[in-house]
Structures are given as structure tokens and as C-alpha cells.
């Protein structure tokens, strides 16, 4: 195991300390309820918006707040946390129990933005902000290269609500229909209606937030395939 994770710290850019973070960042709540990355990845979570948040700031002296915030959910979204997390090869490293390692949980998205935030988590506590920043920026560059205010796309709620508003559909239903867990380690089931199509889709995250964003970007993918 030691040597795996001597592989993963140098695609990571980043040698621990306590190697027991690491592990534990990698960890899901399949194999334990009790010891995951679910608290890690709350603090990579907070950790990473400021990150992200500070180099546009700094790389975008005109950007208006709107434009920032932009900027910013498009960085930090789920769908492209999971393709920083496979340009890293994370997957390769995930401990899943038995029934997420059946159905591919070391390729699901969720699973593996959720893991990335927690890594961030765990290299902050084990080497603080300034080493924490200098890695995360170090993923990203590539992206915060080629991001621009005009480039960031709305979030995906939004973006649903712009695409029925423009074909004269009604718009989406939200609810939450499940909440797994104590704060702030919850995990938390939304679905989306449409009832003008009789449609229904589900998603999960570890916020209400970022369960909707996720069925947003489900049901505006189904639509665009459907209609587009």
C-alpha cells in the first residue's frame, strides 16, 4: 500500500507527512461509516473555493463579481474536479467497498471530485495553506490559463432554467427526497421533475447545493440529447 501511495504522492506533486491522511482521504464511506474522506473533503471543499477564488481575484483585477463567481463554479464543479482527479489517475487508488467497487465507483464523478476535495483537505492539514495552495494551483493552472469571464459557463441550474425558459417549457421542481448522515457529513438525495415530460432524475452530494447542480447538469445533458 505504501508504495501505491508513493506513486499517487508524486502525481500529486505532494509528499505527506502523516501518510494516514492521504489514506484516509482515499477512503469511502462504503468501507467505513465512521473513519472516510467525508470530513477532509468538507475542509478541501471550503479550502479549494478560497484557493480558486484568490487567483481570479488576483488574475482578473476588472472581472465583476458575477463574472468571478462564474469563473469560479465552472472551476469547481463537480464534472471537472472528477477530470482533475483522472488526469491524476486517483481512481487507481480509491478504497471502495465491495458493492461501490462492483458498480464502478472508482469511475464515478462524484466519487472522485468528492475524494480530490478531500486530498486538498488533507494536504492542508498536514502541510498548511501555503503548500495546500501552491499544489492546488498547480492542477489548475491549465485551466486558470485559458478561463476567461466571457469562456465561464453558468452553473448548471441556471444554464437548465435559460434552455426551458427559451423552448417555452415550465421550469424544474427540486426536492430533497433523502438525507444520509450528521452534519457536516451529511449526504444529501435531490430529484429534479419535469412534469411537462413526465420526467424525474436523481442525484446525490454533500451539500442540497451540490446534489442540485449535479441533477441540473443530468437532466440539461438528457435534454440537449433529446431535442438538440
Known sequence: MNNDLDRLMARLGYRFNDIE???LALTHRSVSRHRNYERLEFLGDAQLGQII????FERFPDAAEGQLTRMRASLVRGQTLALVARELGLGDYLVLGGGELKSGGFRRDSILADSL???IGAILLDGGEAPCREVVLDWFDERLQIITPQSAQKDAKT???EWLQARKFELPTYQVTQVEGLAPTQTFEVTCELE?????FKAQGASRRKAEQQVAATVLSWLEQQYD
Open 53 to 56: 477564488s484568490i487567483a481570479l
Open 159 to 161: 444554464r437548465l432554467q
Open 117 to 119: 476535495e478531500a486530498i
Open 196 to 200: 411537462q415530460m413526465q420526467q424525474t
Open 21 to 23: 491522511l492521504l489514506a
